[in-house]
Structure formats: C-alpha cells, structure tokens
C-alpha cells in the first residue's frame, strides 16, 4: 500500500520548470518518447511528442498545459514513455495503474509543479481572439493590462488542492449553487436544454482517460440498443447517463470533458457530484492508491458506511 | 401513470406472486420486470425507464444475507444507493425511486410495498 497520490507527486519535490528539458532528455534514456507540451503560434500550448534531446528543446510548460497527457497512456500499453503530468493528471495515472491500464514502472513521470491553468477561451472571449496573453504562475496581463488572476483561472483549477492559492474545495462547480436551488422538474430541464446543444462529437468520452473501452462503446452501438442515433436531447441526456454511471468511482476529476466539450455543456456538474456522493458513501476518491479497492466492486456484509449514518 | 417494477426472480418475484394467490388488493399501475438478480440490474436500466417515460422505477430483491447467488445484492445495494443519491442531479426527484428487499414469504408485505410506493408517487403527479 503506498501513500497515495504522495508517491508520484508531492508539493516542494517537484523539478522547477526550467529542469524541465534536462528532466525530458534524462527519461529519454528509457523512454520511447515523452509526452508533453510545445508551444504554438496561438498562443496556447499544444500537446506533443518528443522523440529525441533535440526535439526536447521545443518543450514548454506553463499556465497554457490544459490538457491531460494520461488520456494517451492505454493505448500505449506497450511502450515504454514517459509524460509530464499536473498533479490532476498524475491522479488519472494512479487510476489507469489501479485499473491496469498504465504499468507504473513503464511510465517515466515527470511531475511539474502547476499554478493553475489560465482559461484563454474564456480571456478569448472576453478581450477577442487577438489579445496577448502574459502569465508567470502568480499574476496575469492581458492586452498588456494587469488582471486578476484568480479570475481567468480554469474552473477545475480553483478548487484544487494542490496549489498555492487553490480554494482546496475540488468540486465545487462554478454553476453548482445555482443547480441545487431548482427543484427537480427545474433541473431536468436545464439539462435538456444544455442537452439540445449537443451535436454528439464524442468529444468528451475521447478526452477521458479512464474512457478506453476497447468493446465498441455502448453509446455507438446498437446491438444492445441502448441509445439511438438520433442528435437531439434525449439521446443527449441518455449519453451523459452512460458516461457518469460507467466512471462511478473512477473519475478522478480532471475536467478533461467539460473542459473538450465545444459546446459548453457543464458536464461537470455531474460528474463533480457523483466523486461527491462516492466520498460521502465510501469514503472513497479515485486516483489516490492504485492498491485501494474499488468501492462499486466490493460489499460490505456487517452493512455499509452510509446506513451506519 | 406508469410504474416499473425490476424484481429478482428468487425473492420479490415469488413474493409478489404470493400476494397475488393470496388475492390481496394491489393498485396496477405497477408494471413487472423479472430479472434473475438485483445484482443483474444495471443502473442504467432505471434511468433509461425514467427516460422512455417512467414515473416511478421500484426495485427489489432478497433481503441481504438471503441472496440466491450469495452476494448478488450487496453488489445491488452499493450501486442502488448510489443511484439514489445521484437521481437529484440528473433532475429525477428521489421519490420516484425506491429500493427495497421483500421475501418470497412476504405477500403481505409486496403488496404493502407496491401501495405505498404508488401512493408516493402519484402524489407527485
């Protein structure tokens, strides 16, 4: 039994950034390719490979490194890689290695100590596309203006627990307040509504990493006939079911789908509640000891947590 | 109104059969689903119930302890409660739903079940 998520990752032993490319080119010495960042015209780093000490140079880490690298990690079961992981991501390689998807001792982590990630759609959005963004990890200039940082920050990273500055609240939606003053019928509704959106791109089971199903997945099949082909928000509604019943206990958190949805659906609202209610039941978060077991693959005959309440 | 009932085949089947020999009076809103276990009962067999239009998805099975597979409902009971609990945030209200364990001896009880659960519901409506 380890110390949890402490194995892979602990505040203060982190490598600074500017190690970054050393730490690369040393796991290149095992490792096939790392997976990482490099920087893009856009302004926003994007996610790459890099193979050898001289495609390392292009390697970037800074508040742009949205994305989770681990959702890679099944598919490449065979090889020998290495990554660069935020404490968030490192939580889903504990998860891929507690579901033996992800063979720890093949995975050559790098831990990077984040600062939160800044949300350029949202500063995009506001300010226009064209607007320089300026980030040291502790204060933000857009369009070379002073802006409050906390503000722009992804909305996963304010809760996080991990960082200094972080709200230490992990799922505490942004919209949850809002959501739970409605009364049910009311919350039906808004989900059909945000459902209606949907234009069923699979956007957000793709940038899951614990969505590697290798069967065909049963939103796409119809043979069982669980959901139909049609784009609308019923179908919708009974694709977000699968999704958040089939990571009962094994999500841990990234954001990774709401964050890939392009239509703004607040698919964590969900997701967060359900890690919520897990914790509160069983006393259970994924992504923290791969030995751990599985609270939904496991009883208790004396009677459970909850009904001891 | 529309009611489903998932019963496992050992315990709540032959008990609601035993009401029914026994001619007790049950509402009929109540339709049955006889499934070989509460531990083959997917959750996403309710929610897809609720989504073709359910008004209420009643679930039961062996008292835990009596399972006919063993451990089949102990399996059930964790993904029941949590299914339970999430019900709220998908936009269900939780009285629409109801787990519950009843014996193949216990007509009386099924039936009492079956009436209480209709009540609850159709007071919703």
């Known amino acids: 039994m380890g110390t949890g998520r402490g194995r892979f990752y602990r505040k203060g032993q982190v490598p600074p950034v500017s190690e970054l490319k050393s730490k690369i080119i040393e796991a290149l010495d095992e490792a096939e390719f790392v997976l990482g960042w490099t920087a893009t015209g856009s302004g926003a780093a994007a996610p790459a490979r890099f193979h050898n000490a001289g495609e390392a140079e292009d390697a970037v880490f800074d508040s742009t490194c949205v994305h989770n690298l681990a959702v890679q990690l099944p598919r490449l079961k065979d090889k020998t890689v290495g990554i660069v992981a935020k404490s968030c991501d490192a939580r889903s390689i504990v998860q891929l290695a507690a579901e033996r998807e992800v063979d720890l001792e093949r995975v050559k982590l790098i831990a990077v100590d984040c600062p939160g990630m800044i949300d350029v759609k949202s500063i995009r959005r506001s300010f226009g596309f064209g607007a320089s963004i300026e980030d040291d990890g502790t204060s933000l200039r857009i369009a070379s203006a002073e802006a409050e940082r906390e503000e722009f920050i992804v909305a996963k990273c304010r809760g996080c627990e991990d960082r200094d500055g972080g709200a230490g609240d992990p799922g505490n939606h942004p919209l949850r307040e809002k959501f739970y003053s409605m009364s049910a019928v009311e919350r039906r509704a808004f989900w059909r509504d945000h459902y209606s959106r949907c234009i069923r791109c699979y956007a957000c089971r793709e940038a899951c990493p614990m969505c590697f199903c290798r069967d065909v997945c049963i939103m796409q099949t119809r043979d069982p006939h669980w959901i139909g082909g049609g784009v609308n928000s019923a179908e919708a509604e009974m694709m977000q079911l699968i999704r958040v019943n089939h990571l009962a206990g094994r999500c841990s958190g990234c954001g990774e789908c709401e964050r890939a949805c392009p239509v703004g659906i607040p698919l964590m609202l969900l997701i967060d509640e359900q890690n919520r209610v897990i914790q509160e039941m069983f006393g259970y978060r994924a992504g923290i000891d791969p030995e751990a077991k599985p609270p939904l693959l496991s009883f208790n005959i004396k009677g459970d947590i909850w009904e001891e309440e | ?125």
Request: with cysteine; proline share 4%.
């Open chain 2, 1 to 125: 109104m529309k009611l489903i009932g998932f019963l496992c085949n050992w315990c709540s089947y032959a008990g609601a059969d035993m009401a029914g020999t026994s001619r007790i009076q049950q509402p009929g809103d109540l339709h049955i689903v006889r499934m070989p276990c509460t531990g083959r009962i997917n959750p996403l067999l309710i929610l897809k119930a609720f989504q073709e239009g359910a008004d209420g998805v009643l679930v039961s099975g062996c008292h835990p302890g009596d399972c006919h597979y063993n451990d089949g409902n102990y399996y059930a009971r964790r993904r029941l409660e949590l299914l339970a609990r999430m019900l709220p945030a998908f936009g269900i209200a939780s009285e629409r739903f109801q787990y519950t364990w009843v014996s193949a001896s216990e007509g009386a009880r099924w039936a009492q079940v079956v009436d209480d659960f209709t009540e609850r519901v159709r007071s919703l409506q």
